[in-house]
């Protein structure tokens, strides 16, 4: 069964930090690849970070630099360390999973993911 609970979310005042987490179910660990995405109001989702294949990470331009994607495999945990942020960071972010036995699989596309968790709201004010 895929299992994602995210936390973390809340408010901060821009330049400032916050760490999401998404624990997922030892099952969802092993079998899937796991990502984070944001949907800020009225736009669509949209990828911010994610392990490839070979585990490299992957970022939206808008956030290199400034976010870290990690992962605990003892705790079946991803994290998303949000450093510097800012006020179009607000939004609400989600933790995906993606088939690892999936042929096509590219790390900040949507469609590529097949579970989402519940979300969790950020809120950078200036």
């Known amino acids: 069964q895929v299992q994602l609970v995210e936390s973390g979310g809340g408010s901060a005042q821009s330049g400032g930090s916050l760490r999401l987490s998404c624990v997922a179910s030892?099952?969802?660990?092993?079998?899937?690849?796991l990502g984070w995405f944001r949907q800020a109001p009225g736009k669509e989702r949209e990828g911010v970070a994610a392990?490839?294949?070979?585990?490299?990470?992957n970022y939206a331009s808008s956030v290199k630099g400034r976010f870290t994607i990690a992962q605990d495999n003892d705790k079946n945990t991803l994290y998303l360390q949000m450093d510097s942020l800012k006020p179009e960071d607000t939004a609400v972010y989600y933790c995906?999973?993606?088939?690892?036995?999936?042929?096509?699989?590219?790390?900040?596309?949507?469609?590529?993911?097949?579970?989402w968790g519940q979300g969790t709201q950020v809120t950078v004010s200036s």
């Open positions: 995906a999973a993606c088939y690892k036995a999936r042929a096509s699989y590219i790390p900040l596309d949507r469609s590529s993911y097949h579970y």
């Open positions: 030892e099952y969802t660990y092993r079998n899937y690849y």
């Open positions: 392990f490839g294949r070979d585990g490299t990470t």
